[in-house]
């Protein structure tokens, strides 16, 4: 149980960096000297776009790929229902996690099952 715990705690904290990094793209990109008025000043007809306002589209650029790649990641773990499979046994009810699940099971049959990466797939607790 406390495993679990400390592998939610983990993930939470990933998930709170990657929603920073939204933060800090969303200011890149609407900022005053923002990509988007950079973009706009490009589709104006400006001639006058130095080397290094380029280099900064192109760094923001990748910048964006990598957060939309993150957060599709997390969408799709958020969206995996992992006791879809019913993989609670002798009567366990299911519950979902982030990335993971937990049986909870009837006072007679104490064992928990998960499929976070950092904890082995069935461990006993008693």
């Keep these: 149980s406390n495993s679990a715990f400390e592998a939610m705690k983990k993930?939470?904290?990933?998930?709170?960096?990657?929603?920073?990094k939204m933060s800090r793209f969303e200011q890149l990109l609407d900022g005053d000297n923002g990509l988007a008025q950079k973009i706009i000043a490009l589709q104006s007809g400006s001639r006058n776009v130095s080397e290094s306002v380029l280099r900064s589209i192109r760094r923001v650029s990748r910048r964006v790929n990598s957060l939309q790649t993150q957060v599709r990641a997390l969408t799709m773990l958020l969206n995996n229902n992992e006791c879809a499979s019913n993989p609670c046994k002798n009567g366990g009810t299911c519950?979902?996690?982030?990335?993971?699940?937990?049986?909870?099971c009837?006072?007679?049959v104490r064992f928990v099952t998960k499929t976070l990466t950092s904890v082995?797939?069935?461990q006993a607790l008693i």
């Design 106 to 108: 009837t006072t007679e």
């Design 120 to 122: 082995p797939d069935s």
């Design 95 to 104: 519950q979902d996690l982030f990335n993971g699940f937990i049986c909870q």
């Design 11 to 20: 993930y939470k904290t990933s998930f709170e960096n990657s929603f920073e």
